[in-house]
């Protein structure tokens, strides 16, 4: 049989092999980091604006306010939606920087040299001969994001509780997306509001 015949064979049995196997990967630990100046037992009308400005007002910083909206209406705030001043404010900040790359190994490999097929998470074929090399694999961004929220008394303008939630995600993979991300962040957050003060602790 023609080797370019052969090479063809043993490229589709090797990524239907590979098809069978699929990974899976859980999302990330968020470290949480609380202050506060003791319980708020008041629960009030609260606005949620951006830490510095109209300026950081944008489709993701959306995402993110929305989140937090989410979650002080589950601890019994009302959020402000008309002009009258609210009680509170929610102060929102996100940060997403990339804190490098790597390239995945690509799922099936060809090797001219050992006339075998394995399966697995990678499979290999040999046809005879010294070379191996790979098919597939992709090139993955490590995501760093932080969601940062202080809520402010309105009437003198006193934080009166802070926090900053910070986690890793990977391009293409579970928790990479913003909405899902700005929603566990900001669960993460206020779970067990308001926390303990100065203490950081991770959330999974």
């Keep these: 049989m023609p ?8 490229v589709v049995g090797a990524a239907l092999l590979a098809g069978g196997c699929t990974t899976t ?95 697995g998470r990678r499979s290999g074929v040999g046809l005879g001969g010294g070379l191996s090399f790979g098919i597939g694999g992709k090139t993955r961004e490590v995501m760093g994001t932080e969601l940062w929220v202080q809520l402010r008394r309105r009437s003198d303008n006193t934080t009166v509780w802070e926090g900053r939630a910070i986690t890793e995600s990977v391009s293409g993979k579970p928790g990479s997306d913003p909405r899902d991300q700005a929603a566990r962040l900001a669960r993460a957050l206020f779970k067990d509001f308001p926390g303990e003060s100065g203490i950081t602790t991770t959330v999974k």
């Design 3 to 10: 080797v370019n015949k052969f090479l063809g064979i043993a």
């Design 25 to 119: 990967s859980r999302n990330a630990p968020i470290d949480v980091t609380r202050y506060h100046i003791g319980a708020l037992s008041e629960r009030t009308t609260i606005a949620i604006e951006p830490m510095t400005g109209a300026a950081q007002i944008s489709p993701e910083f959306q995402l993110y306010a929305d989140a937090v909206a989410t979650e002080v209406a589950r601890l019994g705030f009302v959020r402000s939606t008309s002009d009258m001043a609210s009680g509170y404010i929610a102060a929102v900040s996100f940060t997403r920087t990339s804190r490098g790359a790597y390239r995945e190994p690509p799922p099936v490999s060809i090797g001219l040299g050992g006339g075998s097929v394995s399966g």
